[in-house]
């Protein structure tokens, strides 16, 4: 049955395809952004779509026919726009979102032969060449700048350690001039006194020469005087042999006077007996002088002898005397030399000390530069230029999961970190009075925001507080902060020249940083010492009850009810400390 359906006039398909031609006019269908044929095509098929079902009703077709064929119409003008149209749209869209995404594996293909979608795809595409060819030259310049940096990072390492092994050395060096100039005083002391030792011997072998001359003077005139009583002797034997003469002579006269000079022999007697008695004695006294003028002479021999000794004793001592004087100059120039050595070695220390710290911060800064450099190549990182290639995005959700592990235990302290870390101070306030920043003053100034300060003010001196080091870092971990918050001071105050002196030379805050240093390396030493000797002794402990015997009862000697042992202290693992380039976190 045919739909009563009224046939639409000439005129009516006019006015329907003039509606077409203004609707593509006005925009509804897309002009530019096809080629003049499709868009010929597109204009037609739908002019075509809204006249059929006029025509077929016109020239008597039902209006279902007419429909069906407005249909088709419509449907091959879709499959058309479909074909030439969304799918070249949707390829452009993938390629975009690939672009977005830092993904330039793929190069972007030209695959629209012309008109709007064609200069799209062309403009996609330099953008992709200049990115590419703008990440491929950074990557290129960061890789060296990489090797670069990372080769200055090592060798200020490596000249860290050798000019910290240079300071020991020297400082050891140091301590032995020390002792060495010690020695060499006591020495020039000793010289002293055996200078003085030899003047004294000295005196007293001239005093000894001065007394042996003089008994040997005596000597000899004991000598002559033995030549002078033997001369004497003489006189007196000659006397006595002529009394003797005399007397002998009296008594002959007196024997021929007869009883008349009987008297005087008696006297002539006598006389003869006294000279006689004066001859021996005169005898006995020239033999004791003889035997007295020959010791004497022995005695003068060995005088002489002694004198000569004396003389050699006086000579022998005043070269020694001469040998001390030597030796007490050559003491007093060599103590003079060696306190000469030891002021140029210990200014010398002072100097290698200065140059270790300054090597210290120039590897600091080369490590501080690695990373910014390893910072920029990771912001490169967000383009993928090759398949094998891996995202910023998928490292960083990995990074994220081991920072969140690391601070899993807020207890644990890395040393290494923090030693790191104040060491980076020196560069944020340089970065920070170049760029003109404003910083915190009042949470730099405080000693218990920083990792250092939360460890030493929890877990560490809850730990570690006993220890003498633990104190002296209390202390200078103080002094640091103060020093560092008046320099933040400073460059909040636009005092710039004033803070960059304050940052060079031996300032406070050098002195100060240099000593917090010094003090966590010792900690750690001693820390991780007792960790271990206590790690030792819980194995010991551990070991020890499993080569026990068993007593009745089951249980072990020494291990019953109340035989508790003390836990021994847990050992300060290596905690990765992160924190936000933002934040003014110090060791």
Same mark, same amino acid.
């Given at each position: ?7 639409? =006039? ?7 395809? &003039? ?6 006019? %006005? ?73 977005? *995404? ?11 032969? &012309?008109?709007?979608? +064609? ?28 090797? *670069? ?10 000249? *860290? ?44 072998? &001239? =005093? ?17 005087? =033995? ?64 035997? =007295? ?15 000569? &000794? ?11 005397? +001469? ?26 220390? $002072? ?58 235990? #807020? ?30 003053? $009042? ?27 633990? %104190? ?55 820390? *991780? ?19 026990? #015997? ?38």
């Amino acid at each position: 049955m045919r739909a009563c359906v009224p046939r639409p =006039s000439a005129d009516a398909c006019a006015r329907a395809c &003039r509606a077409a031609r203004r609707c593509a006019a %006005a925009g509804c269908l897309p002009r530019r952004a096809l080629r003049p044929d499709l868009r010929g095509r597109i204009v037609l098929g739908t002019a075509a779509a809204g006249v059929l079902p006029l025509l077929g009703l016109h020239l008597g077709l039902p209006w279902w026919v007419a429909w069906v064929l407005a249909a088709v119409v419509v449907a091959t003008v879709a499959l058309l726009a479909q074909w030439h149209l969304v799918r070249p749209i949707a390829r452009i869209v993938r390629q975009a979102e690939h672009l977005a *995404s830092g993904d330039l594996v793929e190069p972007i293909t030209i695959d629209t032969p &012309r008109g709007e979608l +064609r200069r799209i795809q062309l403009a996609l595409q330099q953008v992709e060449l200049g990115v590419r060819t703008v990440v491929r030259d950074i990557r290129h310049e960061v890789a060296n700048l990489r090797g *670069s940096t990372q080769e200055i990072a090592a060798g200020n390492q490596d000249l *860290s350690h050798r000019t910290e092994n240079a300071a020991a050395s020297l400082e050891q060096t140091a301590a032995s001039m020390d002792e060495i100039s010690g020695t060499t005083q006591e020495t020039a002391r000793l010289a002293d006194e055996g200078l003085a030792l030899a003047r004294q011997t000295q005196a007293l072998a &001239r =005093s000894g020469s001065d007394a042996v001359a003089a008994l040997a003077g005596t000597m000899r005139d004991i000598t002559d005087s =033995s030549q002078r009583i033997t001369d004497i002797i003489q006189v007196i034997e000659g006397v006595a042999f002529q009394t003797n003469i005399l007397a002998l002579n009296a008594a002959v006269e007196a024997a021929r006077a007869g009883e008349a000079g009987r008297g005087f022999a008696v006297v002539a007697g006598e006389v003869r007996a006294l000279a006689q008695r004066t001859s021996e004695a005169a005898k006995q006294i020239r033999q004791l002088i003889t035997e =007295s003028r020959e010791r004497v002479l022995v005695g003068d021999a060995r005088t002489a002898e002694a004198s000569e &000794r004396m003389t050699a004793v006086m000579e022998a001592v005043q070269r020694v005397a +001469r040998m001390f004087e030597d030796v007490h100059h050559s003491a007093n120039e060599q103590k003079l030399g060696v306190a000469q050595i030891a002021e140029a070695i210990a200014s010398l220390d $002072a100097v290698t000390q200065q140059n270790a710290a300054m090597v210290e911060q120039l590897a600091a800064a080369a490590v501080s530069l690695n990373e910014q450099v390893q910072v920029v190549h990771g912001t490169i990182r967000v383009f993928r230029l090759t398949p094998k290639d891996v995202l910023l995005v998928k490292e960083n959700a990995v990074k994220l999961r081991q920072t969140a592990q690391a601070k899993s235990d #807020p207890d644990q302290l890395d040393f290494d970190a923090a030693i790191k870390a104040h060491q980076q101070w020196r560069i944020k306030l340089r970065n920070a009075i170049l760029k003109d920043e404003k910083l915190d003053v $009042a949470t730099i100034r405080r000693d218990d925001c920083c990792a250092v300060g939360k460890w030493i003010y929890g877990a560490g001196g809850r730990q570690w507080g006993s220890l003498p080091l633990f %104190a002296t870092l209390v202390e200078q971990h103080k002094k640091f902060h103060q020093e560092t918050g008046h320099i933040a001071e400073l460059v909040n105050a636009g005092k710039m020249e004033d803070a960059n002196r304050l940052l060079s030379g031996e300032s406070a805050f050098i002195r100060a940083g240099r000593a917090v240093v010094d003090t966590l390396q010792k900690l750690k030493a001693a820390v *991780s010492g007792m960790a271990k000797s206590a790690h030792i002794q819980q194995r010991t402990a551990t070991a020890a009850p499993k080569a026990l #015997p068993t007593v009745a009862g089951g249980t072990k000697p020494g291990t019953g009810t109340g035989a508790g042992r003390a836990a021994p202290p847990a050992q300060p693992t290596a905690a990765a400390t992160t924190a936000d380039d933002g934040e003014w976190e110090t060791f």
